[in-house]
C-alpha cells in the first residue's frame, strides 16, 4: 500500500520541513514495514503558497491490512523564525567586540531584518543553498560604529544546517 501525502501552506508564509514521518501509535506494529520512498539527502524542503510538497510513503504488511490509525509526523520551522535566528546568531558574533554591544545588537538586528522584509530577492537562493544575502540597507549616519558593524554583519555568511 502506497500512501501519499500533499503538505501546503496556506498563509503568505513559507514553510521549511525538515522531516516528515509516518509511524504507528503504538511502539511498532507485528510485521509492519513503514517506508518513506524519498532518499535520505532530501535535506530542507521548502513549501510556498505556490509549491506544496508531496510525500509518498510505502506500508508493508505481513498481517493483512493495518487497522490502527498511523501518525504523520511533520518538523518544521517557518522561514521568518529561521531567518531571524541565522541574524540574530550572526550579529551575536559581530558585537562582541564593540563598546556598547546591547544597543548595537538591537539596532542591527532591525536594521536587517527591515532589509530581508523590503526585498525578498535573497529568498530563492536561500532556499536552494542556504546562503543568506542581506539585501542593501540605509546607511546610519547617525552612529557610525553601527554602521561598521552593519557591513560586518553582511559580509559574514551564513548557512542553515
Not at 508493508?60 to 518538523?75: E, K, T
Not at 522561514?79 to 551575536?92: G, H, I, P, Q, S
Not at 530581508?116 to 542581506?134: F, N, Q, S
Amino acid at each position: 500500500l502506497f500512501s501519499k501525502f500533499t503538505i501546503s501552506t496556506t498563509s503568505h508564509q513559507h514553510v521549511r520541513i525538515c522531516t516528515v514521518q509516518l509511524v504507528t501509535q503504538e511502539s511498532g506494529l507485528d510485521g509492519v514495514k513503514i517506508s518513506t520512498t524519498a532518499t535520505k539527502s532530501r535535506g530542507v524542503v521548502t513549501v510556498t503558497p505556490a509549491q506544496p510538497v508531496i510525500f509518498l510513503f510505502r506500508i508493508d504488511s505481513a498481517h493483512g491490512p493495518v487497522r490502527q490509525p498511523l501518525n504523520l509526523l511533520i518538523r518544521y520551522r517557518m522561514l521568518r523564525e529561521e531567518v531571524e535566528a541565522v541574524v540574530d546568531k550572526t550579529v551575536a558574533k559581530v558585537v562582541v567586540d564593540s563598546h556598547s554591544p546591547r544597543q548595537h545588537r538591537t539596532a542591527l538586528i532591525t536594521q536587517l531584518v527591515e532589509a530581508l522584509e523590503r526585498d525578498a530577492g535573497w529568498v530563492d537562493l536561500y532556499g536552494i543553498t542556504g546562503e543568506l544575502r542581506v539585501p542593501e540597507t540605509p546607511k546610519d549616519e547617525a552612529n557610525e560604529e553601527t554602521a561598521e558593524l552593519l557591513t560586518k554583519a553582511k559580509e559574514v555568511r551564513t548557512f542553515c544546517k
